[in-house]
């Protein structure tokens, strides 16, 4: 049990020659990434050592200190919705209480504090509804139960500020 990949172990011998060792493996459940490096973590925030990492790159990486103690909580409620949870690359615990997530598509995230489930669920109906994850979108915040406030790719937003004129038709 020193090793930080088990759980739990046990030794049993039944006479007259036969011992049992029973293992628990503790389970990647997502990677965390302190300065430089990077190391799997379960769901207890255990840190997981001699795993090779290139086996886990599917799983989301998580930044910040104390994200480790809170990886579990965020990652069930990200598994609710399995299409959205697919789209997630990283996640940041913010102030030490909120969730920012990063999607594969380049979008932002930001989560509130409390009820972040519903606000998952949100974002999963305002995507089904209007295709938001498919637009020109930088940002997405549901910190706020009631309103979603989204900020455009730099790009879109020139445009929308500053529409093409249209071409006048010649006269015939």
């Known amino acids: 049990e020193q090793l930080s990949w088990v759980r739990k172990a046990s030794v049993e011998r039944r006479l007259p020659s036969t011992v049992i060792v029973k293992i628990q493996e503790r389970q990647p459940l997502a990677i965390w990434q302190r300065d430089n490096d990077h ?21 989301p990486v998580l930044v910040g200190k104390d994200a480790p103690e809170h ?81 455009l790719t730099p790009g879109a937003a020139k445009l929308r500020r500053n529409p093409p004129k249209p071409k006048k038709q010649g006269a015939a």
């Open 39 to 59: 190391v799997l973590i379960d769901t207890d925030g255990v840190q997981l050592q001699d795993y090779e990492l290139g086996n886990y790159l599917n799983l």
């Open 71 to 151: 990886a579990a909580t965020l990652i069930k409620t990200l598994k609710t919705i399995p299409r959205l949870y697919k789209m997630v690359t990283g996640a940041q615990w913010i102030g030490d209480r909120r969730w920012n997530i990063e999607l594969s598509n380049g979008i932002f995230i930001r989560l509130p504090e409390h009820q972040m489930d519903k606000a998952w669920a949100r974002l999963d109906h305002l995507d089904q509804q209007h295709e938001l994850l498919s637009r020109d979108v930088l940002v997405v915040d549901l910190r706020l139960a009631d309103k979603t406030f989204v900020r």
